[in-house]
């Protein structure tokens, strides 16, 4: 085998495998990539024109279309199958991509731009260099795409496309239906709450001050106080840094807060005990016929269990929702982001006990009273 012959695969695979392992991710949760969609519409909607507006109720429409095209075009290169077609499609969505993380990072917008989901939180920075090298390897295939003979030709070629299609397609529109199929995020069965909000080691800064000197013009940095930068007639203060030296300890949910209907901060109440939790990031557009479920199960559940709902939407909202649905179940306020975090379901389901997650579930997927109970029982 030459050494063209070694590049060409190479590249191909590493292209072909990305693509499938970034669409794969997001599959698995495609309403976290819709949040992302909304951010990215909403920020484009101020910056270049209020008609970005208008995607915003389509962003899971356009989310699910973008993640099944990744994958399916991960798998076209991997089959080197119509390249001539699918290394133009590459290239057009690579330079979109890094035209988004690019803008990203250079006025910081997005500070996620969710390509590998919550698997792999990228920063902006990371995500534009990544897409720069994509570029490259793209760049290569796209160059030499008619040298790229098909593995499956004619009618395995197309069966194995479309049906790679339709299994994605399913694979996010079950997801979408009920939870995705791995949680990755901090709220996830098992996972302890309050103590994912305290860092796990003392956390260390570095702090920089700099001066400019009057005379040279250049500017000085220090970390610990120079008596010499006193003399305002020889320094300028200019500005003052502090670095994070082990981000790896920092708090892993730094923006999970509870208030009551007087803004009363009562976050600890939702740790105390065995909780049902059940959030509403948006009680407008909480599910209706769920709620028969969800009240048969309250009805069951044991004394011990206090059932509690977390809201985004403002008082007359809920209070509306609660008398519709006869919910007699006190009400609390939690920052929509996060409860969107928490579950992806509206309303979601969330039991937790002493603050540790012990299940979540769908409003499609809503447990009856025995099995809470049991999960309670068991602890």
């Not at 962003?59 to 001539?84: D, P, R, S, T």
């Not at 030709?153 to 529109?173: A, D, E, N, Q, W």
């Not at 003052?240 to 030296?245: D, M, N, S, T, V």
């Not at 999970?256 to 948006?282: C, E």
């Amino acid at each position: 085998m030459t050494f063209k012959n070694i590049l060409d695969n190479t590249i191909r695979i590493i292209v072909g495998g990305l693509f499938i392992f970034s669409g794969l991710i997001k599959l698995n949760d495609p309403r976290g990539t819709q949040i992302k969609m909304e951010e990215y519409f909403e920020v484009f909607a101020v910056d270049f024109g209020g008609f970005f507006e208008f995607f915003v109720p389509y962003a899971l429409l356009v989310a699910m279309f973008v993640v099944v095209l990744e994958v399916v075009l991960g798998v076209a290169v991997l089959l080197n199958y119509k390249m001539n077609t699918t290394a133009w499609i590459l290239l057009v969505l690579i330079v979109f991509f890094t035209f988004l993380t690019g803008y990203s990072a250079i006025f910081n917008k997005v500070t996620d731009c969710g390509c590998f989901g919550d698997a792999i939180p990228l920063t902006p920075w990371q995500s534009f260099y990544k897409d720069l090298i994509l570029i490259v390897l793209i760049a290569h295939l796209f160059w030499y795409r008619k040298r790229y003979k098909p593995v499956l030709k004619g009618r395995p070629g197309h069966f194995t496309v479309v049906m790679m299609t339709l299994l994605c397609i399913y694979i996010g529109i079950y997801a979408i239906r009920h939870l995705p199929y791995i949680d990755f995020r901090p709220y996830e069965i098992g996972k302890n709450i309050p103590a994912q909000m305290e860092p796990t080691k003392e956390l260390k800064y570095a702090q920089t001050y700099t001066y400019v000197n009057v005379k040279t013009g250049e500017e000085e940095s220090f970390e610990k106080w120079d008596n010499k930068y006193s003399d305002e007639s020889l320094y300028k203060y200019k500005g003052y840094e502090q670095k994070l030296l082990n981000p790896e300890d920092e708090a892993k949910i730094t923006d999970y807060n509870v208030t009551d209907a007087d803004g009363k901060d009562v976050t600890g109440l939702s740790f105390q005990g065995a909780r049902m939790l059940i959030v509403m990031y948006d009680a407008a557009k909480a599910d209706k016929e769920s709620m028969k479920s969800i009240n048969a199960m309250l009805l069951g559940l044991k004394k011990e269990i206090n059932p509690m709902v977390l809201t985004a939407s403002g008082v007359a909202v809920i209070e509306a929702f609660r008398h519709e649905h006869q919910l007699a179940v006190p009400y609390y306020f939690t920052d929509g982001t996060v409860l969107k975090a928490m579950v992806r379901s509206n309303p979601g389901l969330v039991l937790l006990n002493n603050g540790t997650v012990l299940g979540k579930w769908h409003f499609n997927d809503a447990p009856s009273a025995a099995e809470v109970n049991a999960l309670i029982a068991g602890q």
